[in-house]
């Protein structure tokens, strides 16, 4: 009922019942804080004025207050139940037969009523240890139907198999007493199976009463071991859709320690969506848990990165409102794959880097300075570990590091000018030679060696390839694999779109569609309009403004921007928007920079970007239907949410 007035109302079934509940958690929350008899709004400890120097202080880190702990909680809950709302389900086929010979069979019997007007089926992967010459995923098999055993009829063939997705055959009604399934090649695997009544009322009892091989160790109970998970309306809650026929699928493989059949990422992202699913079970909601929790950890992290960029809370929190209403944040952390592990890892990597820009070992032991660098280069090490866009990201921080030592160095050539050094200069004349080598040599550990160890090591849990232990030169010949995959791959696809369509949110990517009766679920990636329209604006206000006042934060924020960005300029092969992804983050930083310079130097905008702020949060609620997969109706696609022609929702009435 509640689903009913909400799509009513609103064309989201599910907005008031997420609504209700961070609203509940939102009241929850500062009854908390005020509990425990310390939640005040506190003021911020002001900043001191930054005094011109030729030598740069290192700069402390901002203290975080109650109210600071406040704010972060409450955006970042807000956010997380939004994100995990009907995220996947726990229940889905996990036990699976497969035959091990040629022709193989299995036989059913319909235990009561007996007419059927479609079959519903899903095919992952069997165990291919089992199968020395080749893997066993996906399906061809043959159905038959027989009233008496002795007289069989064809009735469908189950193939083109998506992994771990139902899939449904039907066409007319059927009458049979039992059902024969026959294993075309012995290559392949079913899940489960189900017959819908023909009155649509349900799925009819299945008893086994044969499999044509005895000796087989797969038992073909399997089949219907798990009717529970058989639902009338199959969505993307409760399978794989868009790349999640990959990554869970490799997850699993190690998960199970079996033979890997293909990968075309490294491994230590997908390892921990596999001890996700060892704990929640290879289900939707088990693919999907960590990269939903990573999403939700990067918002905390994002206002750690804020607020040590720009020292105040106002920005903090308006930069982590932002990039929790960013659509393609939302959408993307909720779908099984490899981005946000990456994008999290990518985040830390700058935050620490960031931390080591702000200090110099002039006036700080040399020992603190190198943690931030060593958390950095350990950080970056996980980010190459999951997917090659780290080293995108890496180029970023090299930039920043050696803009860092570059600067100490002039600060060194300005105290060999001084006649009479002070104690300040003399301190660096006889330190800065020593300090800069120790700092380079603990580089080449941190950024060069540990990342090469870490990489090789993040293999460790995969078989490559069958029968082989792990071995260097395997972890070698995959990752010359991988790199001549990804060179050479010439495939197209509708919805692939170029770097200048990125940056102005013209082409999502469609991901899953299907009607279930008059109500629509369907999912594309893409930006928050608003969002992305107002942060390229920024971009190019944070360049003018950071070459015009030699702005050291705006040109942290551009590098890292860019470093993400111009990668992809020179890659040829098919790419998506969700490439964009990484560089989302730092697009919002650059609309925070130019918040903070408007706040400064042009405050009668202050109510515009307050107005722009809301209206960027609405939006996100007024997209939730397409971006998060919730009921919806196509009047309201097709009226309010297609703003352009190349935003494809599904099918256009």
């Not at 509940?21 to 939640?39: H, M, R, S």
């Not at 069958?466 to 995959?478: A, F, L, R, Y």
């Not at 770097?499 to 102005?504: E, K, V």
């Not at 899953?512 to 629509?520: A, D, E, F, L, Q």
């Amino acid at each position: 009922m509640l689903k009913e007035w909400s799509l009513r109302l609103f064309n989201n079934e599910e907005l008031i019942g997420m609504s209700l509940a961070v609203i509940a958690a939102l009241l929850f929350i500062t009854l908390i804080f005020q509990w425990i008899g310390k939640f005040r709004m506190e003021k911020e400890t002001p900043i001191p004025e930054k005094t011109r120097s030729i030598y740069q202080k290192s700069r402390p880190k901002p203290q975080w207050t109650l109210h600071d702990l406040w704010l972060v909680t409450m955006i970042t809950v807000s956010y997380a139940i939004v994100s995990l709302w009907n995220l996947g389900t726990l229940n889905c086929p996990e036990n699976y037969w497969q035959p091990v010979s040629e022709n193989e069979s299995v036989t059913l019997m319909l235990t009561e009523t007996t007419e059927f007007d479609a079959i519903y089926w899903i095919s992952g992967e069997g165990d291919n240890n089992a199968n020395p010459t080749t893997y066993q995923v996906g399906a061809d098999f043959q159905v038959l139907g027989s009233q008496n055993m002795e007289d069989w009829e064809y009735i469908t063939t189950l193939s083109d198999a998506s992994y771990m997705a139902w899939k449904i055959n039907d066409g007319q009604i059927w009458n049979y007493r039992y059902i024969k399934i026959i294993a075309n090649n012995r290559n392949v695997v079913l899940h489960e199976i189900g017959l819908r009544k023909a009155d649509h009322s349900g799925f009819l009892s299945l008893q086994l009463i044969g499999q044509s091989n005895p000796q087989n160790p797969f038992s073909a109970e399997a089949l219907i071991d798990e009717q529970q998970c058989l639902v009338l309306n199959p969505t993307w809650f409760h399978g794989t859709y868009f790349d999640e026929i990959y990554h869970p699928r490799n997850a699993y493989e190690i998960a199970e320690g079996q033979a890997m059949y293909a990968s075309v990422h490294p491994l230590f992202g997908t390892t921990l969506m596999a001890l996700c699913i060892r704990f929640f079970g290879l289900n939707p909601f088990g693919w999907r848990i960590g990269g939903a929790l990573f999403g939700i950890a990067m918002l905390p992290l994002f206002y750690s990165l804020c607020k040590r960029i720009f020292e105040k809370r106002r920005y903090a929190a308006i930069g982590t409102l932002l990039f929790a209403v960013d659509f393609m944040h939302y959408t993307t952390s909720r779908i099984g794959t490899l981005e946000p592990y990456s994008v999290f890892f990518i985040l830390l990597m700058v935050k620490f880097m960031v931390d080591y820009v702000y200090l110099s070992f002039y006036d700080t032991r040399l020992t603190t300075t190198l943690k931030p660098l060593a958390a950095s280069g350990i950080a970056m090490s996980l980010a190459i570990a999951t997917k090659w866009t780290g080293v995108y990201a890496a180029v970023g921080l090299a930039i920043l590091f050696f803009s860092s030592l570059f600067q100490r160095y002039q600060e060194y050539r300005r105290a060999k000018t001084s006649r009479t050094p002070t104690a300040q200069e003399q301190f660096i004349l006889t330190h800065w030679k020593r300090y800069t080598v120790l700092t380079l040599l603990f580089c080449i550990v941190f950024f060069v060696i540990i990342p090469v160890v870490f990489y090789f090591a993040a293999y460790l849990p995969c078989m490559l390839v069958k029968n082989e232990p792990w071995s260097i030169q395997g972890v070698i010949d995959q990752t010359l694999y991988m790199f001549r995959y990804h060179a050479t791959l010439e495939a197209t696809h509708p919805f692939q779109s170029t770097w200048i369509q990125w940056i102005f949110d013209l082409r999502p990517i469609w991901y899953y569609y299907s009607m279930i009766g008059n109500t629509v679920y369907t999912i594309s990636a893409f930006g928050n309009p608003l969002l992305w329209w107002s942060g390229l604006a920024s971009v190019v206000a944070c360049l003018v403004l950071s070459i015009k006042k030699r702005d050291g934060e705006g040109g942290m924020i551009l590098v890292c921007y860019f470093a993400q960005l111009v990668p992809w300029l020179l890659v040829t092969r098919c790419v998506f928007i969700y490439h964009y992804y990484p560089s989302v983050p730092f697009l919002i930083l650059a609309i925070v920079y130019l918040i903070r310079f408007i706040d400064l130097h042009h405050p009668e905008y202050h109510r515009a970007v307050q107005v722009t702020l809301v209206l960027t949060c609405l939006l996100f609620v007024l997209f939730l239907p397409v971006i998060g997969g919730f009921g919806t109706t196509h009047s309201y696609i097709d009226h309010v949410l297609r703003w352009m022609p190349s935003w494809y929702f599904g099918v256009i009435l």
